[in-house]
Structures are given as C-alpha cells and as structure tokens.
C-alpha cells in the first residue's frame, strides 16, 4: 500500500528552509553533546535522510525507517555505508521488524505531528530502546508564542493551560481522510513520556525566529546563533514552534 508521502515531492519542501533545517541539526548535536557513548541508531520516519548527517558520525549502526518506499529510495542512493541499514514500516509495525531492546537511541523529527495515538508511539520506542537509552523527539507547539499571542487578542486567556492536542487540517482536508497535523502542548508530551516510563533529560525550543522578515533582513548564521544562545529561555517559555525533547528509557523492574 502506497504512503502518504509517496505522492508528496518532500525533498522541495525544504527548499527555502534552510534556518529551519539547521535549527533542528543544531538541536540534535546539543542533545549529542550530553551522550557519551551511542552504537546504535535508529530513525523513525527518517524520510530521505535530510538528518543522518547531524548523527551519523556517532553510530556504529544506523537504522533508517520510513513508511515511504520512494523517501527511502532517495536516502539509500545518499548514504551507502555498510553500517546503514534501511527498513520501509510504519511505525507501529517496526516491533515485528526491529529487535526488542536492540538500539541505543532513536531519532523522531517531525513525525508526532500525524499521529493520533501518541501512547502507543511511545511505546514502541520503549520496546525497541535498551534499558536507559536514549530518545530524541521533536513535535509542532501548540502553544508557541504567535499562537499564543493570537489567542489572547482573541481574549482566550486560559490558551496557555490548554493541554488538549489541536489538529490544525482545514475543514475540507479533515473530510478527506488526508493525514492528521496536529499540534501538542508540551506538557502534554512531557506527561504521556512520563506515564510510559521515560525520564526527561532536557527540552529545547527551536526554530525560535521562523519568520520570512527575519530570514529577510538578518544573516543565518546569526539567526541560529540567537536560537543557540536563548536556548534556555525559549525552552522555559515554550517559545518556539518546535520542541526538542531528549528523553532516556527508565530501566524495566
């Protein structure tokens, strides 16, 4: 059965993304940072493998998954390492695929967004993570600060406790049966990890500046310099449309 994203030309999505890319590259090497030893990888939702080259260097065995066939395609003609490995899934079937307690870490960058059941994802991830390895997760903020801003000029003060996941399809698109988009409170993230036996290491905001005038008038470089720098602030204030999360797989009793 075709993918979704066998009929989308992904790789053209980012073109003219480029702060966006290197924000969630910049990302995945903080959290690195804080990893002393990783030998295997996997990715979920890894697509044509825009990512592998922020985590390559650290595995001794990359595993990338995807659930398109034509996405996996384009990663194999990119990375063709023998410690690559490629397995076309979707993710709540990689249990049958992926060894039980068998990767160090696992990577998911802009996945949550089209899934419904968050708790069964997470707990696919546990299954596939040795005990007290790591997980890497980024999704959509639904609280970031220009929806919040619109919100409170619509005089919804109570946006920012809104825990509940909003999926922004347009009315038309929800009546086709298209893939969910939805957007998640970060607190909501932290407490479904959580209940699924996963302990938070750190959170980062990113993407902090996304704005055509900012990509407009300032220099790359200084953008993702300042999404650097005020890491910390942003990720308490739920700043940025995407959030970061390094999590690690409390070991089984």
Not at 35 to 64: C, D, H, M, N, V
Not at 76 to 98: D, G, M, T, W
Request: hydrophobic share 40%; with cysteine.
């Amino acid at each position: 059965m075709p993918a979704a994203y066998d009929t989308y030309d992904y790789p053209a999505y980012w073109h003219g993304r480029r702060y966006e890319h290197e924000s969630e590259i910049l990302a995945i090497k903080h959290f690195l940072q804080k990893i002393k030893r990783i030998e295997s990888i996997l990715e979920i939702g890894a697509g044509y493998g825009r990512l592998t080259p922020s985590y390559i260097f650290r595995g001794k065995k990359i595993t990338l998954t995807d659930p398109s066939a034509k996405l996996l395609m384009t990663a194999r003609r990119r990375y063709k390492s023998k410690k690559v490995k490629f397995i076309q899934s979707r993710l709540e079937n990689l249990p049958k695929k992926v060894r039980a307690s068998s990767c160090d870490m696992v990577i998911m960058v802009r996945v949550l967004h089209h899934i419904e059941d968050i708790n069964n994802t997470f707990r696919v991830v546990y299954r596939i993570l040795k005990d007290r390895g790591y997980f890497i997760l980024e999704f959509p903020n639904k609280r970031h600060f220009k929806a919040t801003f619109s919100e409170f000029t619509k005089g919804n003060f109570t946006f920012p406790i809104d825990i509940f996941p909003r999926d922004i399809r347009c009315a038309t698109n929800l009546k086709k049966n298209t893939l969910p988009f939805i957007n998640y409170h970060p607190d909501h993230i932290v407490r479904i990890l959580e209940s699924n036996n996963f302990e938070i290491i750190e959170k980062l905001s990113a993407s902090n500046l996304r704005s055509p005038l900012f990509k407009k008038i300032m220099p790359m470089e200084f953008l993702l310099f300042l999404d650097q720098f005020f890491y910390k602030i942003f990720s308490i204030l739920n700043f940025g449309p995407s959030i970061f999360i390094l999590a690690r797989k409390k070991p089984t009793i």
